[in-house]
């Protein structure tokens, strides 16, 4: 139930002072998400939504500097890239 | 995707589980505390990957499962209602109650509704005039806010016709049960991402100080979760204990201000009891004063409720980690995801439903010598 979804802005709705909406794309699907909780979120950020509602605004530069760390993980131990991975890859 | 390809690349799963093998010197034991991190370690195969360096034990961060029972037969008794529209996720719709689910009340001509979101639920109030709508509130700190601000939308539009069943709870308070538990053998824990995305992490730093476990705030996908696990496993290595977020790129210390605002606006700390582990101390959020009139709880008077618990189901120990699902006698014997005997086997977060469907039914324990 805690299940959070990236999702890309695409169109940010007129801002109805109430109850800010955007359109989400989701791997292909679109759906019109409030954005109450991230107003900050622009077209072209991803977001996280869970339940219908934003909950935070994905930070890109973050992600890009664990991506990095992550992928010299290993360099330095002679590590040649040629382990076939032992992960089940089905990407559900 | 963005942000879900990159967490899900088998190369860089493989480093991570070459760089745990390259740091464990003895076996740990790591409760990951959310249920949809159970899921996904089981899809992936990580909980035997990382066997026996790691064994990750599954903890109570699954809300369908610990919604009290009581709560659940009011909700039946509600929804059975005329002139009641019930609204709920869909995880809530088979969850066994003292006798009956909402699925069999939907049967029988009850309006039983599933919804995507809470803001859902007060739209079909704003359609129905005539009907009371109710939404079951069920859920996490993630899920809270979105509760919080159906209930902020209804009453700015003014509907009298909507109200909430809450049943809401704490993780911090879960945690800090399992660790003072006697029998407690949780040497460190991932913490739910999308729990800390909303409320942040300070309130982990006491558990740190106090229980002397690490915590580490870890996201949802595979590579977050061996990363999650790494950096527990490091700690533990090192005689670390402490506070880490894996999930930086959603996680903020002090969480997100504007759903923090939107809980304190609306819910009040409660003690609450959590099915088959019992009462924990402010471990829930109720309405408060402000929003009382939109509790289904005192709109709706059920009297006469006699909860009746199954005593062959085992949940309650599934639920604190003391068992794995399998060592239930009735798991996929008496008890299947078509007949279940608790809600861990129906919920999409329950540990005994992750294992019936990724076949971790009972077998040896894959063995691999502990790098030296």
């Given amino acids: 139930m805690c299940l959070g979804v990236p999702g890309l802005v695409v169109e940010r709705e007129s801002a109805e002072a109430d109850m800010p909406s955007a359109v989400i794309e989701f791997a292909g699907v679109r759906r019109v998400v409030c954005v109450a909780c991230v107003p900050e979120a622009e077209v072209g950020d991803y977001v996280i939504v869970h339940a219908g509602l934003a909950i935070s605004r994905l930070d890109a530069e973050e992600a890009e500097r664990v991506l990095e760390c992550l992928r010299a993980i290993g360099e330095d131990e002679g590590w040649t890239g040629e382990t076939q991975p032992a992960a089940n890859e089905s990407s559900s | 995707m963005k942000y879900v ?23 740990w034991a790591i409760m990951e505390v959310c249920g949809g991190q159970t899921h996904t370690l089981l899809r992936n195969g990580i909980d035997e990957l990382v066997q026996p360096l790691v064994r990750l034990v599954h903890g109570p961060g699954c809300p369908v499962c610990v919604t009290p029972l009581e709560l659940i037969d009011k909700a039946l008794a509600i929804a059975a209602q005329p002139g009641v529209i019930f609204t709920s996720f869909g995880d809530m719709l088979r969850v066994p109650g003292s006798s009956d689910d909402l699925l069999r009340v939907r049967a029988r001509g009850g309006d039983v ?20 709508v109710v939404f079951f509130a069920v859920g996490f700190e993630t899920t809270a806010p979105a509760t919080a601000l159906a209930v902020v939308d209804a009453k700015r539009r003014g509907l009298t016709n909507f109200s909430l069943l809450v049943s809401h709870v704490l993780v911090p308070p879960a945690i800090e049960a399992i660790l003072s538990a006697p029998a407690s053998q949780i040497q460190g824990f991932l913490a739910a991402g999308h729990v800390c995305t909303v409320v942040g992490f ?7 100080d106090r229980y002397k476990v690490p915590i580490v705030v870890t996201g949802f996908e595979p590579v977050d979760l061996l990363e999650g696990i790494l950096m527990t496993v490091r700690q533990l290595e090192q005689g670390r204990h402490e506070v880490e977020n894996q999930y930086a790129r959603s996680v903020k210390r002090a ?7 939107l809980l304190d606006q609306v819910y009040e700390v409660c003690d609450r009891p959590w099915r088959g582990i019992g009462v924990l101390a402010r471990s829930g959020l109720r309405l408060n004063a402000e929003y009382h009139a939109f509790d289904a709880e005192t709109r709706f008077a059920v009297e006469g409720i006699h909860t009746v618990e199954p005593p062959e189901c085992r949940s309650g120990e599934v639920l604190q980690g003391l068992i794995r699902p399998e060592q239930c006698p009735e798991f996929a014997t008496r008890c299947t995801p078509e007949r279940p005997l608790g809600a861990p086997m129906v919920s999409s977060e329950g540990a005994c ?8 039914r009972a077998r040896p324990v894959a063995s691999e010598p502990i790098p030296s």
Avoid: H, K, M
């Fill in chain 2, 202 to 208: 300070e309130e982990y730093f006491a558990l740190t």
């Fill in chain 2, 5 to 27: 390809d990159e967490y899900r690349d088998p190369v860089l799963a493989r480093r991570l589980l070459d760089e745990l093998r390259r740091t464990v010197t003895q076996p």
């Fill in chain 2, 353 to 360: 439903a992750a294992y019936y469907r990724y076949g971790r």
């Fill in chain 2, 113 to 132: 509704r599933i919804v995507y979101s809470p803001l859902d639920a007060v739209r079909i109030a704003a359609e129905n005039p005539g009907r009371n």
């Fill in chain 2, 255 to 261: 969480g997100n201000s504007t759903a923090r605002a």
